[in-house]
T-cell receptor, first 110, second 118 residues
Framework: QKEVEQDPGPLSVPEGAIVSLNCTYSNSAFQYFMWYRQYSRKGPELLMYTYSSGNKEDGRFTAQVDKSSKYISLFIRDSQPSDSATYLCAMIVSGYALNFGKGTSLLVTP | KAGVTQTPRYLIKTRGQQVTLSCSPISGHRSVSWYQQTPGQGLQFLFEYFSETQRNKGNFPGRFSGRQFSNSRSEMNVSTLELGDSALYLC?????????????????FGEGSRLTVL
């Protein structure tokens, strides 16, 4: 069983909807939690990161971490067709060995 | 500022052959990490190099190896290719500061080298 689990989707929503993406994990030692976005035929790019539990907001994106439940979420408000991509959660204890979820494919339709 | 450059972008090999992939990090970055991405397993960490030294290694067989040169460019090699090695191999560069990419500086990924093993 992977340390990080993520529903692969695909998830299809209409433009303007609120999108909720989630990951669960099993390693309580994870300290940093990240969300990456990957467009087709491109490498992942960092969207947001959080340290330990709590919320972090950046424009239309909000990341939440609940360490007690080992559950993290990414919310996208007012979703746009340009948000259509695969969203990957990633976690690390320390160092550069990121543990990724398999990614959720999101399609925002006009 | 130029991004992470990976070559070749696409390649096809047959079982039993070996392959070498190259990664040029962002100028000034001293850490290079390699990841394998497959539909079944997602992104999995292979290894990370900093100043020509392997600092960390993932759970992959010894057929997977890498190295880093004094100019921070890195290569990874896969010997005795198997069908299951077909994947997108991603390289990521970072400043390489102790403690990891967060919050000292993020990982910047290249577009990957897509390997198909027939």
């Amino acid at each position: 069983q992977k340390e990080v689990e993520q529903d692969p989707g695909p998830l299809s929503v209409p433009e303007g909807a609120i999108v909720s993406l989630n990951c669960t994990y099993s390693n309580s030692a994870f300290q940093y939690f990240m969300w990456y976005r990957q467009y087709s035929r491109k490498g992942p790019e960092l969207l947001m990161y959080t340290y330990s539990s709590g919320n972090k907001e950046d424009g239309r994106f909000t990341a939440q971490v609940d360490k007690s439940s080992k559950y993290i979420s990414l919310f996208i408000r007012d979703s746009q067709p340009s948000d259509s991509a695969t969203y990957l959660c990633a976690m690390i204890v320390s160092g550069y060995a990121l543990n990724f979820g398999k990614g959720t494919s999101l399609l925002v339709t006009p | 500022k130029a991004g992470v450059t990976q070559t070749p972008r696409y390649l096809i090999k047959t079982r039993g052959q070996q392959v070498t992939l190259s990664c040029s990090p962002i100028s000034g970055h001293r850490s290079v990490s390699w990841y394998q991405q497959t539909p079944g397993q997602g992104l999995q960490f292979l290894f990370e190099y900093f100043s020509e030294t392997q600092r960390n290694k993932g759970n992959f067989p010894g057929r997977f190896s890498g190295r880093q040169f004094s100019n921070s460019r890195s290569e990874m090699n896969v010997s005795t290719l198997e069908l299951g090695d077909s994947a997108l191999y991603l390289c990521a560069s970072s400043l390489g500061l102790a403690g990891g990419p967060i919050p000292s500086g993020e990982l910047f990924f290249g577009e990957g080298s897509r390997l198909t093993v027939l």
